[in-house]
């Protein structure tokens, strides 16, 4: 048997003569302090692939037809692991959510936001980097919002979600504030809206799902509708 580390956690790889290979386990206390190497290695892999296996259950059955045992199934772990890593299904979609946000191409996003000159080019980026979010986490924020009314965990989600897209949409507002091209009376709260109101999931499942529009269409019309809402 072998140890790793999850956080502060030992955990067990123990061999399974089934099919499903190695299975990992997770105490719910340990005074051993976290290491790195091969043990981190081992407890990131594993929150990965519960949180992969999570993520495409839920948008397969649905959040509230997936079980533990089926994350655990899938991600060729025990179904403790998957409580440790997030304290069940309740607190699985928070965890892929904040994950996401917390991504090194966040910040990249933000960077390349702060650095533009260009209103046009700016909001050009902010359509499409609204476009490329959306589509690759379409799916799964469907399940959120639709769950989001009747679990507190989906609720959850969904304000992480939510307040990661509107702090890259303020500074958005900030830049053109900075830039001095917002249309005379348009303040950065204002015109933060008026971003939300063309970028966020909700926009892009209305004009995509609900009324058929390819991606590209949505993303360029869009675009136009912000420079004339915003711009001089």
């Known amino acids: 048997m072998l140890l790793a580390l999850d956080g502060g956690n030992l955990f067990s790889l123990e061999s399974d003569s089934s099919e499903r290979g190695l299975r990992y386990t997770v105490p719910t206390t340990s005074s051993k302090p976290?290491?790195?190497?091969?043990?981190a290695e081992y407890a990131a892999a594993t929150r990965r692939a519960i949180?992969?296996?999570a993520r495409s259950l839920f948008v397969t059955k649905g959040f509230f037809a997936t079980t533990v045992d089926e994350i655990a199934d899938a991600a060729r772990v025990a179904p403790a692991s998957v409580y440790a890593v997030a304290g069940g299904k309740q607190g699985l979609l928070a965890a892929i959510i904040e994950a996401r946000t917390t991504a090194s191409d966040v910040d990249e996003t933000f960077a390349r936001i702060d650095a533009q000159d260009d209103a046009d080019e700016l909001?050009?980026?902010?359509t499409h980097a609204t476009r490329g979010r959306f589509e690759g986490s379409r799916d799964?924020?469907?399940v959120v919002v639709d769950t989001a009314p009747h679990d507190a965990g989906a609720a959850q989600a969904l304000r992480v979600a939510h307040a990661?897209?509107?702090?890259?949409?303020?500074?958005?507002?900030e830049r053109l504030a900075g830039l001095g091209v917002l249309r005379d009376g348009l303040d950065v709260d204002e015109a933060t809206d008026i971003l939300w109101f063309y970028l966020c999931n909700s926009a892009y499942f209305t004009l995509v799902d609900d009324n058929?529009?390819?991606l590209d269409r949505a993303e360029a019309w869009a675009f136009d509708a912000l420079r004339g809402a915003l711009l001089r």
């Open 123 to 126: 909001l050009r980026f902010i």
């Open 34 to 39: 976290a290491g790195g190497g091969r043990r």
């Open 51 to 53: 949180h992969d296996a």
């Open 140 to 142: 799964l924020m469907r």
């Open 164 to 173: 990661s897209l509107r702090e890259g949409l303020r500074r958005t507002a």
């Open 212 to 214: 058929g529009w390819s």
